[in-house]
């Protein structure tokens, strides 16, 4: 699969469009909105949907092949946005608020950048171990908590990080994720099946209208980036690269294959559009979304799409030989 055939599957897809639209209609001054309640219902279904699929990846994942490589995983997905906040407040002079919502959207993971650079390895007939969709579960969570939990501190007067720990891990975008991860490990395959045209079947249609009213909100606050515009772009495209040889790394220590440290590499490297979006809403309603939403999914995405993939599959054959 050539890069203009990854454009075409990714950015082109209705997903990415819908998002596109809602920017446009605010630019055309359209009378577009979206209802409240619809907002909230689509990111609570998609909270729980993605808690679900990552759990079943976790229930038919052999421990013994998984321990290594999930704690890897799980170190870089909640060291990631402590040095993503560090950079953008001292760097970028955001608030810790608004930092705190662009970390955790690098810290955890965009799956379509994941199905696709699991494309590209097919294409090259590269292989890469069975238990990778696990690790797109274990990498979207842990940068979220420690982002939240990083603004709320910041934010909180008595600057106790018991209560800013229990006031994240309790908020619904939390109880979602892992409550649906737990249920996908704890029912299974053959559990989650009478549901799965709920949450599988409706998924990409119920994205659809969520990247439709992100679309929506990020033009109306689309002036923003006049002030950090540079900045955003550049950071959208350095910390990907960073991150990926960070992933690599991490999967050679942690005795992956070559296939798979690239596909940790690109996991690493990428920006959530769906997850972290829908946390940081429910969980920090003043941050800015022009800036998490646009350097994820209008510089990082397309980066990652045409450049980072064979980018970062290059970069494993090189430390690997």
Known sequence: MDAFE???????SPVVLAFVLGLA???????????????????IYLLLAVG???GVSLSVTPLSELWKPALATLALGAATPVWCIAILQQLGRFSRVDAAAIAAHYG???????????SYLDAAKVGYEGFMPALVALLEVPAIVVALL???RGEAASGSARAALREVLTGKSIVLLV?????????GKSGVAPV??????????????FLLEMGLVTGRRLGDLKRVGPFLIAFGVV???VHAVLGIGVAWLAGMSEGGAALLGVLAASASYIAAPAAVRIALPSANPTFSLTASLAVTFPFNLVVGIPLYHELAQRIYA
């Open 108 to 118: 955890s993971v965009s799956a379509v950048t994941f199905l696709a650079a699991s």
């Open 6 to 12: 990854l454009v075409q599957a990714n950015l082109l």
């Open 239 to 241: 910390m990907p690269l």
């Open 179 to 187: 409550g649906g991860t737990l249920i996908g490990l704890v029912s």
């Open 150 to 152: 990083l603004a709320r």
């Open 25 to 43: 209609a605010t630019r055309l001054r359209s009378d577009l909105e979206f209802p409240r309640d619809l907002y909230s219902a689509l990111a």
């Open 52 to 54: 679900l699929k990552g």
């Open 196 to 209: 799965a045209p709920l949450f599988e079947g409706l998924f990409r249609g119920a994205l659809v209208l």
